[in-house]
């Protein structure tokens, strides 16, 4: 191991030889091609917890891109004196973190923003693999079980989550294809003082829209996405009882073979036998 042998630990260059050899073909492509390792540095913080920091650069050919368009813009300023540091995916329990100094690029179409870098995403201050791995954590287990594992706080796991959203679903309206039995209500939060309004598929017990508010306006805004196809397929519908939602599904939902369920538990109940009786 790297950490054993001497020779490799004291050599930046063997060091990267060695983790590059480590890596799969893909992420070894990634590296020659965007990420430019010049040196490193093994350290342990105040807790005992060690870290490894790599100095790294950008492509020359790629190191005045805009973070936004990717195209080559001219510089707005020198690199700054105090380098950026990005955290990376742990690496045997170590801390791996990526350091740069940043400079500052004038794109014609955006204006003046940091210039990209290929390791991360925009404003975010951690590597784009941390960032999808904390997402898909976040996509199948709870916030806080997340946040413990990858050692980030609770609030950092919805950041990781936004970042990320758009590589791991680029079209989120795909959601909403082949919806069967769907459901509808609203939740609160902030001590009650907000709401947001919740669709989920029942076939696969997972969350399909959602969006701010609650009320009919709100639930217009999930229908009126809906292409015809996607409004046809589906056949049931479970609620609440709301009256907002028992009006904007009567409207919208006006086809003879929706079954709609508004009524409570035990309209709920009635669904279940019907949907066990039929399925």
Not at 169 to 197: A, C, F, M, Q
Request: proline share 4%.
């Amino acid at each position: 191991m790297w950490q054993k042998d001497d020779r490799i630990r004291k050599s930046p260059l063997k060091f990267c030889v060695y983790y590059y050899s480590e890596l799969e073909g893909d992420c070894q492509a990634s590296i020659i091609t965007e990420l430019w390792p010049e040196n490193f540095n093994l350290y342990s913080d105040e807790d005992g917890v060690k870290h490894i920091r790599i100095k790294a650069r950008p492509n020359k050919w790629h190191e005045n891109d805009c973070p936004f368009c990717h195209k080559s813009c001219p510089a707005y300023d020198k690199h700054s004196s105090k380098p950026t540091t990005w955290r990376g995916l742990d690496w045997g329990g170590i801390l791996v973190e990526v350091e740069y100094q940043t400079h500052r690029i004038i794109c014609l179409e955006h204006g003046v923003y940091v210039a990209k870098v290929p390791w991360a995403y925009p404003g975010s201050r951690f590597t784009k693999d941390f960032d999808l791995t904390v997402a898909w954590f976040a996509s199948y287990l709870p916030r806080s079980t997340t946040s413990y594992f990858m050692r980030v706080d609770w609030e950092t796991v919805g950041r990781c989550v936004n970042r990320a959203l758009h590589d791991l679903e680029p079209e989120r309206s795909r959601r909403l294809d082949g919806l069967v039995n769907i459901g509808i209500d609203e939740t609160s939060y902030k001590k009650g003082h907000k709401y947001i309004t919740v669709i989920v598929n029942h076939d696969t017990n997972t969350v399909v829209w959602a969006s701010e508010g609650h009320g009919k306006s709100v639930l217009e805004k999930f229908y009126k996405q809906l292409t015809p196809e996607q409004l046809s397929s589906i056949k049931v519908v479970t609620g609440d009882g709301a009256k907002w939602i028992t009006e904007c599904v009567n409207e919208y939902n006006s086809f003879q073979n929706c079954l709609s369920y508004l009524g409570g538990i035990g309209y709920l109940i009635n669904y279940i036998i019907f949907y066990l009786k039929y399925s």
